[in-house]
C-alpha cells in the first residue's frame, strides 16, 4: 500500500523559507505513471493546489504562487520537497503531499499532512 | 476566491439523496473531463471519491456518483448515511493556467 509522509518543522518565521519533505513509502516515485504533488489548506478553508513534480524533475506551480515555491526531487531517497520563501502569517496551513495520475488530473493517494504556521 | 464554486451547505436525512455542485468556465470544468471529487473527514486528509467526471476509485460506495453538464459538475450521494457527513471539493484542470483548481468546498450535514 503505497504511503506518504510529510515532514518539516511546524513553525516559521515571516519572511524566512518554508521547507517540508515528502517520503514516499510501498512504492517508486521515478514510476513514469504518476506526479507528485502539494496541496494547502488554510485552518477553516479550502483546498489550494501549490505544483506538481515529475521524477525526471520537471515541474509547474500555481500561478499564484510561482514566484516562491521551488519543488524538487531525489529519487534515490524517494522524496520529494516543496520550498516556499518569503512566507508570511496568510501561508499557515496544513500541507499535504499527493500523487497525481499521470495523463489526468485526480490525486489518488494523500499524506496525513503537516501544520505549519508563520509566527514570530 | 476560489476558482470553482461550489454551494456552502447542503443536507438530507438518511437515506434520501443529496446532491452537490461545483461551476466552473469552459477553461475549466466544461472543456476537460478531469474533474474529480474529495471526501474530507475533519482533522483527516481528503479522499479521492470520483475522478474524470463519473469514474469511482475500488472501495468508493456506489453510493457516489458525479455528472457534467456544460460548465457545472455535479456529485450526488445517494441513500445518505451518518458517515457520508463530511465537507466535499471539486476539483478540474484549469486549461488557462495549467494548473489543478479546487472548489471552495461544501459541507455536507446529515440530518
Known amino acids: 500500500q503505497l504511503q506518504l509522509q510529510e515532514s518539516g518543522p511546524g513553525l516559521v518565521k515571516p519572511s524566512e523559507t518554508l521547507s517540508l519533505t515528502c517520503t514516499v513509502s510501498?512504492?517508486?516515485?521515478?514510476?513514469?505513471?504518476?506526479?507528485w504533488g502539494w496541496i494547502r489548506q488554510p485552518p477553516g478553508k479550502g483546498l489550494e493546489w501549490i505544483g506538481r513534480?515529475?521524477?525526471?524533475?520537471?515541474?509547474s506551480y500555481n500561478p499564484s504562487l510561482k514566484s516562491r515555491v521551488t519543488i524538487s526531487v531525489d529519487t534515490s531517497k524517494n522524496q520529494f520537497s516543496l520550498r516556499l520563501n518569503s512566507v508570511t502569517a496568510a501561508d499557515t496551513a496544513v500541507y499535504y503531499c499527493?500523487?497525481?495520475?499521470?495523463?489526468?488530473?485526480?490525486?489518488?493517494?494523500w499524506g496525513q499532512g503537516t501544520l505549519v504556521t508563520v509566527s514570530s | 476566491q476560489s476558482a470553482l464554486t461550489q454551494p456552502p451547505s447542503a443536507s438530507g436525512s438518511p437515506g434520501q439523496s443529496v446532491t452537490i455542485s461545483c461551476t466552473g468556465t469552459?477553461?475549466?470544468?466544461?472543456?476537460?473531463?478531469?474533474v474529480s471529487w474529495y471526501q474530507q473527514h475533519p482533522g483527516k486528509a481528503p479522499k479521492l471519491m470520483i475522478y474524470?467526471?463519473?469514474k469511482r476509485p475500488s472501495g468508493v460506495p456506489d453510493r457516489f456518483s458525479g455528472s457534467k453538464s456544460g460548465n457545472t459538475a455535479s456529485l450526488t450521494v445517494s441513500g445518505l448515511q451518518a458517515e457520508d457527513e463530511a465537507d466535499y471539493y471539486c476539483?478540474?484542470?484549469?486549461?488557462?493556467?495549467?494548473?489543478?483548481?479546487f472548489g471552495g468546498g461544501t459541507k455536507l450535514t446529515v440530518l
Open positions: 499527493a500523487r497525481r495520475k499521470g495523463g489526468s488530473y485526480y490525486l489518488d493517494y
Open positions: 510501498g512504492g517508486s516515485i521515478s514510476s513514469s505513471d504518476y506526479y
Open positions: 513534480i515529475y521524477y525526471s524533475g520537471s515541474t
Open positions: 469552459s477553461s475549466d470544468v466544461g472543456g476537460y473531463n478531469y
Open positions: 474524470e467526471v463519473s
Open positions: 476539483s478540474s484542470f484549469a486549461g488557462s493556467s495549467n494548473t489543478v483548481a
